[in-house]
């Protein structure tokens, strides 16, 4: 599976953002996009990766880490094999690199994501 992450840049704390993420490809097992499990994780400098944001399948009961409820939405588009995630209201701390990661099987939470993108920079200005 290959992963090409886009949307990232420079914006004023308050602004907004969208990240996509496009999936081509087969895991080695050779499931599609539909059957993935889609995850946005991000790495700010001296930072561990966490998970952001994930969805199954399905697309259904997503997640969110505590810091961006309200804030940011994942959105899957199975006919475009592509994950989107909208940022509204974001802040200095929401800077980092963020990667988008593909895993088998329907567990969101875990770091356990076998494919992962190149990343893309956000960064907000106070």
């Known amino acids: 599976v290959q992963l090409q992450a886009s949307g990232g840049g420079l914006v004023q704390a308050g602004g907004s953002l969208r990240l996509s993420c496009a999936a081509s490809?087969?895991?080695?097992?050779?499931?599609?996009?539909?059957?993935?499990?889609m995850g946005w994780f991000r790495q700010a400098p001296g930072k561990e990766r966490d998970l952001v944001a994930g969805?199954?399948?399905?697309?259904?009961?997503?997640y969110y880490a505590d810091s961006v409820k309200g804030r940011f939405t994942i959105s899957r588009d199975n006919a475009k094999n592509s994950v989107y995630l909208q940022m509204n209201n974001l802040k200095p701390e929401d800077t980092a690199v963020y990667y988008c990661?593909?895993?088998?099987?329907?567990?969101?939470?875990?770091?356990?994501?076998?494919?992962w993108g190149q990343g893309t920079q956000v960064t907000v200005s106070s």
């Open positions: 990661a593909v895993r088998e099987g329907s567990v969101v939470v875990t770091p356990s994501y076998g494919y």
């Open positions: 490809g087969r895991t080695t097992s050779g499931r599609t996009f539909d059957s993935f499990t």
């Open positions: 969805v199954s399948w399905s697309g259904g009961n997503p």
